[in-house]
């Protein structure tokens, strides 16, 4: 007997189907729900399972917080993001409160003290055991990894794929012969040979360069916040960049010249801030993370450009009072370099650094030149980076 497909009766089983399954999740879930959190029946670990499983639900609003009220993981996030978002992630929060206690959880959801956290946890009404949930439910996620990206398929895979590709096409070529037309070996031999040594020569030039760049900060400190909104220089933080090779990560202290009293953000509330305090307070050292890379094998002080350069930031490193998360505009690559040699011109006047140029100061007085460039004085000699 033949069984023919019916689209429509298959459909309608579907339909049938999950909602028998979707039902008894319901049934079943809504006896967890009913089951009191100090149930005798249940074991210590089946207890502390049952919890987790709550809490989870509890934190991405599976169950209910309240009428139209969004889930904690509405606001605290739990993925990787490459813009800022100024509240907390939850693995954030899970590091700060886990081993905080209960009732200290429930004092900062319920009774928050900063302006920003009494506004955006207005109408939020928690009873105890949904606070001893979610806290179970942090302590869970700070002793867990972060979960881990999913793998990207990417010029690698292709690269080997097309290695073993010329390989087989090869070995048919000259022992096997089962494709008869060698005209299709030597094509296939070619195009890869083209792309693999493109990708060689591409990669090669890319290595040491992370044009983009933007890493995830301990901290959410926003240049644009400080820098653009509030008008703070540059010097400010980066006080030892006219005389230094590096322009120097500025410590909690600096921080804290205007912390001290500065103790909530208008965007993140308390949150980041006590991140700061949290390290000055315990002589801990804030472990931001450098964008601005270069290889080993290149020389570059800031001195140099800065103080005796007279360089503005933003030619280097972009519009950063416009950006809440910085990252690196230019590729630092070597020809970009050479390129503003080759047509930066140097500030000789009143410039203390370059006095010991008498020739050259003579003939700007005298009118036999207007100017120099970075390049007639050594700016394009391998010695001066490569040392």
């Known amino acids: 007997m033949i069984i023919r497909h019916n689209p429509v009766f298959h459909s309608f089983s579907r339909v049938i189907f999950f909602t028998i399954i ?7 879930f809504a006896e967890d729900i009913s089951e009191p959190l100090g149930n005798p029946d249940h074991s210590e670990n089946h207890l502390n399972a049952f919890s987790l499983k709550k809490g989870e639900r509890l934190f991405y609003g599976l169950i209910s917080l309240g009428e139209n009220m969004p889930s904690c993981a509405s606001c605290h996030y739990t993925a990787y993001t490459d813009t800022l978002n100024w509240n907390p992630s939850a693995y954030d929060i899970a590091g700060s409160y886990s081993s905080k206690s209960i009732e200290e959880l429930r004092m900062v959801l319920m009774e928050p003290g900063g302006k920003k956290m009494t506004e955006v946890h207005a109408g939020y009404n928690l009873n105890d055991e949904q606070v001893e949930l979610i806290h179970a439910f942090f302590i869970n996620l700070n002793e867990s990894q972060a979960p ?12 080997i794929l097309l290695h073993i590709i010329i390989l087989l096409a090869v070995i048919d070529l000259f022992f096997t012969k089962k494709i008869k037309f060698k005209a299709v070996h030597l094509v296939v031999i070619l195009a890869g040979t083209i792309w693999i040594t493109k990708t060689v020569v591409v990669e090669s030039i890319a290595v040491g360069r992370q044009k983009n760049y933007a890493p995830l900060q301990p901290i959410k400190f926003s240049h644009k916040v400080h820098a653009g909104t509030n008008g703070t220089d540059c010097f400010y933080c980066h006080n030892i960049a006219e005389r230094s090779k590096t322009a120097g990560i500025p410590s909690a202290n600096v921080c804290m010249n205007c912390h001290i009293i500065v103790r909530e953000g208008t965007n993140s509330g308390k949150f980041e ?16 993370i450098k964008i601005h890379n270069l290889p080993d094998h290149v020389f570059f002080s ?9 360089l503005d930031c933003a030619e280097c490193h972009g519009t950063i009072k416009e950006m809440d998360v910085v990252h690196q505009v230019n590729d630092l690559s070597m020809g970009w370099c050479l390129d503003c040699h080759r047509t930066r011109k140097v500030q000789f006047v009143e410039n203390e650094y370059y006095e010991t140029f008498k020739d050259y100061h003579a003939q700007i007085v005298s009118g036999q030149m207007d100017s120099l460039l970075v390049a007639q004085i050594g700016g394009t000699n391998c010695m001066k980076c490569h040392y």
């Open 302 to 310: 800031h001195a140099q450009h800065v103080g005796a350069g007279k």
């Open 273 to 288: 801030i006590n991140k700061i305090l949290t390290a000055y307070d315990n002589n801990m050292p804030i472990e931001w």
């Open 148 to 159: 881990p990206k999913k793998p990207v398929i990417n010029n690698l895979f292709i690269f």
């Open 22 to 28: 979707s039902l008894s999740s319901t049934l079943t």
